[in-house]
């Protein structure tokens, strides 16, 4: 084989395919890993505005029992420092410290809505409850990432007796699936008090899932030097190694008889094996399968092309980061580093997209009716707020700080308001609403601005080619759903319908964040090793 061959082409240079690379060429294997953007990480890692670090994606790692075990068997060392997260609702807040913690969280619910609180002692349950599961379902290191074979007195003591836990566990939570807002609703009809709990969560999220994240509050670490290190770290692994990567280049065409890949560029890769740790939409668009010649496995293709391009990306985000003039210590002891800051106890409740849409969901043209909308929405939001210099100083120059404030945001309604006014007077007026609202947060906030850098969904897109510029891969809201989601069966997550084609990363297994990238690199890593294993030992050429 030539130069231009490799045993495994890996698309896609985020955080599953980071993962994906660094274990095979630590196996061995020649590797090529292409990536559309100059950098890699896709919405992990960090940049630089005018000498601060501001992470891009991830405010932080959450462990999971996954983490720490992947980097550990790569040999790949990560300094984490504290990383406590604070809810606050105007000017009452609490801090996830421990478990005891949801009693703090309880009491504040209780200030907050003093007419429910037998109703929200029925939510703590709840919350309790899929707490305890969260305990069993990462109380060990995952044994995916533990050096085979097992030890006997491992095994004995410590993976059976978590393997029948976890099953009996799983089942559990795999019972509450429906939208949290729905589970919420069965509780209580205060829409403020189920706006309040859920809406910093993408929509339709399944009620396990929202409330494992006051477990998952309590795991939130940073990596000191920013979240790029973890990146960086990776990148240099897979290049010590000898595997290559491509920045900048982007997949056109795959040839899936031939195993060749094409860029946009004009060069030609083949491969015995690929992962598409990327968007799916683009992975079927760039097989092309409607030219194939007519066979059982074309129409599998087509059909699962056409079930996908109908399907809905997850909400995403629009953060403005914003560069003060003021000390990390002036902001310590009103927000701490990390805070999910809602400034209305009312919540999102009363407000709707629908409320800009006609009765066939089209949107209006009236840019005052929308941007009316839009400042009633930013006004009654949850904004998640993270100061990385108030976990480490280096961060930032001396006497500044950054501060990374996101929201979540529709990807239609920012692409409608683009085409009718421009991207850069969204930005500016989202801007201008976020910084007014926070001047009740952080007092004088906006006399202490010295720059604003915004990111919308459409800049999302326009970095990773996600799907409507999807933060975390397909909508819970989508029926059917289009990826695994059963925990159970998280390593069929990886198949395609084309053998030599792997998948892997948020498109491929939802919920989905960094754990679940990391976790499903892997399987895919070790999916594709087996199959190129037997290929060895069919002698094939």
Same mark, same amino acid.
């Given at each position: 084989m030539?130069?231009?061959?490799f045993?495994?082409?890996?698309v ?13 060429? @630590? ?7 292409i ?8 919405l992990?890692? +960090? ?34 420092l504290p ?7 105007g000017?009452?807040?609490v801090?996830?410290?421990? @478990?005891s +913690? ?7 619910l209780k ?6 609180k ?9 919350? /309790? ?5 969260m ?15 097992y ?47 859920t809406q910093?969560?993408?929509?339709s ?8 994240y ?5 795991d ?6 920013s ?5 960086? @770290? ?11 990567? %491509?920045?900048? /280049?982007?997949v056109?065409?795959i040839?899936?008889?031939?195993r060749?890949?094409? %860029? ?16 799916s939409?683009?992975?079927y ?11 059982? %496995?074309?129409?599998?293709?087509m059909?699962k ?13 629009l ?10 210590e ?12 809602t400034p ?30 839009? /400042?009633?929405?930013? /006004? ?35 692409k409608h ?6 991207h ?33 969904? %459409?800049?999302?897109?326009? @970095? ?10 397909w909508?819970?809201?989508?029926d059917?759903?289009p990826?695994?989601?059963?925990f159970?069966?998280?390593s ?6 084309i ?13 989905a ?5 990391i976790?499903?690199g892997?399987?895919a ?14 002698g094939?050429a």
């Amino acid at each position: 084989m030539g130069e231009n061959h490799f045993d495994v082409i890996i698309v896609g240079a985020g955080m599953a395919g980071l993962t994906s690379a660094a274990y095979l060429t @630590k196996s061995g294997y020649k590797v090529l890993l292409i990536e559309k953007h100059q950098k890699n990480g896709g919405l992990l890692g +960090s940049f630089m505005i005018d000498g601060h670090q501001v992470d891009q994606g991830a405010r932080g790692i959450i462990d999971s029992g996954i983490f720490a075990p992947m980097m550990k068997q790569l040999g790949i060392e990560v300094e984490f420092l504290p990383n406590p997260v604070r809810l606050a609702i105007g000017d009452r807040s609490v801090d996830f410290r421990d @478990k005891s +913690s949801i009693d703090d969280y309880g009491k504040l619910l209780k200030e907050t809505y003093p007419g429910n609180k037998a109703e929200i002692d029925s939510i703590l349950l709840e919350i /309790r409850k899929v707490m305890g599961y969260m305990d069993v379902l990462y109380g060990i290191e995952n044994p995916l990432f533990m050096s085979k074979p097992y030890d006997y007195e491992y095994m004995l003591k410590t993976l059976l007796p978590w393997t029948v836990k976890f099953v009996y566990n799983i089942r559990k939570a795999m019972k509450l699936l429906e939208p949290i807002n729905d589970h919420l609703r069965r509780i209580t009809s205060n829409e403020s008090l189920v706006q309040i709990i859920t809406q910093h969560f993408f929509e339709s999220t399944p009620t396990f899932f929202a409330m494992s994240y006051f477990s998952l509050y309590l795991d939130y670490q940073y990596p000191k030097g920013s979240t790029q290190v973890v990146v960086d @770290k990776l990148e240099s692994l897979i290049l010590e190694n000898h595997g290559v990567i %491509l920045n900048g /280049r982007e997949v056109v065409h795959i040839d899936a008889e031939k195993r060749r890949v094409t %860029l946009k560029e004009g060069n030609e890769y083949s491969y015995d094996q690929m992962i598409w740790a990327a968007d799916s939409n683009l992975l079927y668009r760039c097989l092309d399968a409607e030219r194939w010649p007519e066979s059982q %496995l074309k129409n599998e293709v087509m059909r699962k092309q056409e079930f996908l391009s109908t399907k809905k990306g997850a909400d995403s985000v629009l953060t403005v980061y914003v560069i003060t003039d003021q000390s990390p210590e002036s902001y310590k002891d009103i927000s701490g580093p990390h805070v999910f800051y809602t400034p209305s106890p009312e919540g999102l409740s009363g407000i709707s997209l629908s409320d800009l849409k006609d009765s066939q969901g089209r949107f209006t043209y009236d840019l005052d009716m929308i941007y009316g909308w839009v /400042r009633a929405f930013v /006004r009654q939001n949850t904004f998640e707020i993270s100061i990385p210099s108030l976990r480490d100083p280096s961060l930032s120059p001396p006497g500044e700080t950054a501060l990374i404030v996101s929201l979540l945001f529709d990807y239609q309604l920012a692409k409608h308001i683009a085409a009718l006014d421009s991207h850069e007077n969204l930005k500016r007026r989202v801007t201008e609403m976020v910084i007014a609202e926070l001047d009740g947060y952080f007092p004088d906030l906006s006399d202490h601005v010295v720059k604003t850098v915004v990111t919308t969904p %459409l800049t999302i897109e326009g @970095k990773t080619n996600n799907t409507q510029g999807s933060l975390t891969g397909w909508s819970f809201a989508n029926d059917p759903f289009p990826a695994e989601y059963r925990f159970l069966k998280v390593s069929s997550s990886v198949l395609t319908p084309i053998g030599s084609i792997k998948q892997a990363g948020q498109w491929a297994f939802n919920p989905a964040g960094v754990p679940v990238a990391i976790l499903t690199g892997k399987l895919a890593a070790d999916a594709v090793e087996k199959d190129l294993k037997k290929k060895n030992r069919r002698g094939e050429a």
